[in-house]
């Protein structure tokens, strides 16, 4: 019975492999965006004007962005645990001779509404740095045929 109880684990770790990728992917862009404020609070103090609004602006964009990732790498975490401890459970069920199948299936069913959760900061976060990167008009040119 054991080889049945991992062919039923198998499912939950490969929903970890896939967490484990979009952690890398979220830890690289929060990297990014680490960087880059770093860098215009380096320039908040030397500017002003309308440089210093647009420099204002980025940053409250990034601001955005750091707490979307943080919020999903934070989902993305709690719901590699939840399939931990639902593996853990399946294993426990077939030493102890107990019946934790509706546990395991709650434990299931959480780690993948945390993951679908993840996936809802992470399209907004995109959707906040594709909003932020808009081309200004006059480099497009869009007035000339080429």
């Known amino acids: 019975m054991i080889a049945h109880t991992i062919q039923l684990a198998l499912t939950p770790v490969f ?15 929060l990297s990014r965006v680490v960087d880059r404020s770093r860098l215009l609070q380096d320039r908040h103090s030397q500017t002003s004007g309308s440089e210093h609004d647009l420099v204002v602006i980025e940053l409250r964009l990034i601001a955005r962005r750091i707490t979307l990732i943080s919020r999903a790498i934070l989902l993305l ?22 019946d934790l ?7 299931f069913i959480l780690a993948v509404g945390l ?27 869009s007035h000339r045929e080429l």
Do not use: C, D
């Open 115 to 141: 993951l679908m959760t993840a996936l809802w900061h992470f399209l907004l976060e995109t959707r906040t740095a594709t909003a932020a990167l808009r081309i200004p008009e006059e480099y497009l040119e």
């Open 15 to 29: 929903v970890l492999v896939a967490i484990g990728n979009i952690l890398n992917i979220l830890a690289q862009r």
């Open 101 to 107: 199948q509706q546990v395991a299936a709650i434990g």
């Open 77 to 98: 975490v709690t719901s590699g645990l939840t399939i931990g401890i639902t593996v853990a459970v399946l294993f426990l069920e077939e030493f102890l001779k107990f």
